[in-house]
């Protein structure tokens, strides 16, 4: 099969930390960042937990250098702080030297100046500037806008909770075929009062630590994130003597064709996009070191995703583990979060621990990691499944 | 590289355009600044327990990737692929509306399952037993044109061999409301006919879906070729015309080979600079047409242009309603559609005869 695309630089921020470096850390230490929400006045606030970045939108204003009447929604704040972090790792100098595009992701978009405004528009012109900032392309256009990309390739991905595992699938297949020579992939969502409400009322939201694959797991915590991956082509990696940190070695997308908001019982869409992505990636089932999971903690989802990863890998399912538990289900971003997530086990040849884990599901006999473990990886493969039965699979690689 | 065409269409529109057999023969004008889509009888392609249940812009969606589908003959895809610049933007604001007004409290969860971008093309997939491929692209108005980029790249490489591929936006009220207080939507209401007159900021605003099914192999419902297709998040009015000039020559073509340019105007005094550009400049000398006086103006309005290429290729014939200059081609075959949005997310698309 043809080669992976070289990843070049990751940015993140999310409830574990505010750069790679403190993300890894608290990934080490299995420290999680779930708490009770302090920056959204929800009516929930003492029966849900959830995954929230320390800094408020003024500190992310400052840190981007933003005048005050800027018209970023919180979503389009964490993106930017994740891209330029992504390109500062890719020591990029001048964005503009080689073809670079832009393929970003995110659910939410701009929902919290939305419902935070939305009668005050009516009534007052002080913060109408916000209104051109609700539709979801518009955190990528600020994104794209804070890079220097312009002139270019900038498009925005919305599948619910495997949007950012699409992105970098789109953006690694755009490098592929030549069209760009460099693409910033990832995504980003704020918490909102919309998602919070939207997850109560399909009664999926955990009022405690959320505790993915375990049997009496009680739904997800919401989280907010931000990440992004630099992918360069061959040509570029060579010609600048980069510095790879892994390859997108495959990468599959189906469609559960099941139910608009739950998976099918036996994970027929995520069996299938994980052996796309074997397929693409020209490996078989025992040639994968260790599985993120999407692993969101709910009945549904963990079942589901469980059992298609028996489809696939039968007798031999590899170490697994889900991450959801130390950042929450950061929904738009997950893909793009665990994507980063893989590559540091990847260049540290470790997997993470699955927080929470007590009792295997009375299902099947998967049992996740529960410890931080030490292992040689050469590959990773990470789920990201969602509403409207998107599934995809990436498979990341140490070598190409 | 396999060529890739237009298989079949499928349009709801402003127009009465469900009907494949007839193009725009009776045009449907309005005197206002939001239009809405004329709705086929729904019930005539789904189930009507399942039409109540769906948002407007889901059965619109749904009905017009049906209508794609039958023309083709096919009953599934390789993959489904949908550019929304909003979603079903209704349920997001009766979603909004309830949490407010509610403070939080007796919601229920359909607005919300429906609000999410992805709901159309998940139902898609619902609804004819698709597991293939399945995205949607968000980026205002570039969302189809995305979505088209997608689909090319997978028929050019033979990764599929059938894919729908589609735009679909509703309009909603508070959403319609706002714009209309920043002026994005035109203050007056204007009648379709002088659109182009008015003058004055601001659009005309319209829903629609326009699904379409893509191919690397020929059918005999074949509309036309699809040759290139590009997008750009900005473009100062000073390079528009050389990227244009670049991208036709990225296709072997040059300014003299297009027959018809089909130019995205709004009537917006402030954008529609744009198009002036090239309808003044490189195309003086083309044939031209406009829609979005039939349309209206949406993230999507796009792909009504992208149905109206198609429809022109294959019936070779251009309703007088539509033209913008008074020149006439010898015939058609290769067209170019351009396409901004408030002097942003600009797209090139070229089509030809098949």
Known sequence: MSKGVAITGMGIISAIGNNVAENYRSLLEGRTGISQISKIDTLHKDSIMVGEIEFNNGQLEEKLGLSPNNNYSRTALLGAVAAKEAIANAKITDIKAYRTGLISSTSVGGMDMTEKYYYDYLESGDNRRYIEGHHAGDSTEKIAEQLGIDQSLVTTISTACSSAANAIMFGARLIKTGQLDRVIVGGADCLSKFTINGFKTLMILSDTYSTPFDENRKGLNLGEAAAYLVLESEMLVKKENKKVLGYVAGYGNANDAFHQTASSENGDGATLSMEKALAVAGLKPKDVDYINAHGTATGNNDLSEGRAIIRVFGEEVPEFSSTKAYTGHTLAAAGAIEAVYAILSLQNNIIYPNLNFKTPMKEFALTPETTLKEKVLNTVLSNSLGFGGNCSTLIFSKNP | ?354
């Open chain 2, 1 to 354: 590289m396999e060529k890739v065409f237009i298989n079949s269409i499928g349009s709801i529109s402003a127009q009465k355009t469900f009907d494949n057999k007839v193009f725009l023969e009776e045009i449907t004008t309005y005197e206002d600044n939001v239009i809405p889509a004329i709705e086929p009888n729904y019930k005539d392609f789904i189930p009507p327990a399942a039409a109540r249940r769906m948002a407007k812009g889901i059965k619109m969606g749904v009905v017009a990737a049906k209508i794609a589908m039958e023309e083709a003959n096919l009953s599934n895809v390789d993959a489904i692929i949908t550019g929304t610049g909003m979603g079903c933007v209704r349920d997001s604001e009766k979603f909004v509306t309830a949490i407010l007004d509610n403070q939080e409290q007796f919601l229920t969860p359909t607005s919300f399952i429906q609000s999410t971008h992805n709901t159309v093309a998940g139902q898609i997939a619902l609804g004819i037993g698709c597991k293939g491929y399945n995205f949607t692209y968000v980026h205002s108005s570039i969302s189809f044109e995305s979505a088209l980029i997608d689909a090319l790249m997978q028929l050019q490489t033979k990764e599929a061999e059938n894919i729908l591929v589609g735009g679909v936006d509703e309009s909603g009220e508070h959403t319609n409301t706002i714009h209309k207080l920043i002026q994005h939507i035109k203050l007056e209401k204007i009648n379709t006919n002088k659109l182009l007159q008015s003058n004055t900021e601001g659009a005309v605003f319209g829903e629609g879906a326009n699904f379409f099914v893509l191919s690397n192999n020929k059918q005999n419902s074949c509309y036309a070729q699809i040759l290139g297709v590009k997008t750009f998040n900005t473009l100062p009015i000073s390079k528009l015309t050389a990227n244009l000039e670049g991208f036709l020559k990225d296709n072997n073509l040059s300014v003299d080979d297009i027959d018809v340019l089909i130019s995205g105007n709004n009537g917006d005094l402030n954008f529609d600079n744009y198009y002036l550009e090239l309808t003044q400049g490189l195309f003086n000398n083309t044939q031209q047409v406009y829609y979005k006086h039939l349309s209206g103006e949406f993230n999507t309005a796009s792909s009504f242009g992208f149905w109206l290429g198609a429809k022109i290729l294959k019936t070779q014939h251009i309703p007088s309603e539509i033209a913008l200059n008074s020149i006439k081609s010898k015939g058609f075959g290769t067209v170019l559609l351009y396409n901004q949005y408030r002097g942003k997310n600009h797209s090139f698309t070229l089509l030809r005869q098949c």
